[in-house]
């Protein structure tokens, strides 16, 4: 079982930055492919981007790549997702989650989801 917890959420102005943190417990963090979704008002949940167990690959939707950067820190038991050159529309609830059997952007083939953070982005 792992537990998941995002941190780093808030209001940002367009063009600004944010860095979001997601936490997990358990010692068998590096046995989990992550991800990042997000989900905004009367929206689906949509793919941000994912990374393998070590860290070693990384993919990303079409509408963040090249401004947003997923890292992790197995012995901190932590996944990133940095954010930069934000825009309104990247405004909704962000979700963090593991994955233990598969590396995919399938919401539905991730087994631990956290609460989500909230990033604002004005205009």
């Known amino acids: 079982q792992v537990q998941l917890q995002e941190s780093g959420g808030g209001l940002v102005q367009a063009g600004g930055s944010l860095r979001l943190s997601c936490s997990a417990s358990?010692?068998?963090?590096?046995?989990?492919?992550m991800g990042w979704f997000r989900q905004a008002p009367g929206k689906e949940r949509d793919f941000v981007a994912r990374?393998?167990?070590?860290?070693?690959?990384?993919y990303y939707a079409d509408s963040v790549k090249g401004r947003f950067t997923i890292s992790r820190d197995n012995a901190k038991n932590t996944v990133y997702l940095q954010m930069n050159n934000l825009k309104p529309d990247d405004s909704a609830v962000y979700y963090c989650?593991?994955?233990?059997?598969?590396?995919?952007?399938?919401?539905?083939?991730?087994?631990?989801w956290g609460q989500g953070t909230q990033v604002t982005v004005s205009s």
């Open positions: 358990g010692r068998t963090f590096s046995s989990y492919a």
């Open positions: 989650a593991a994955s233990g059997s598969a590396w995919t952007s399938s919401a539905n083939r991730y087994n631990y």
């Open positions: 990374i393998t167990w070590g860290g070693d690959s990384t």
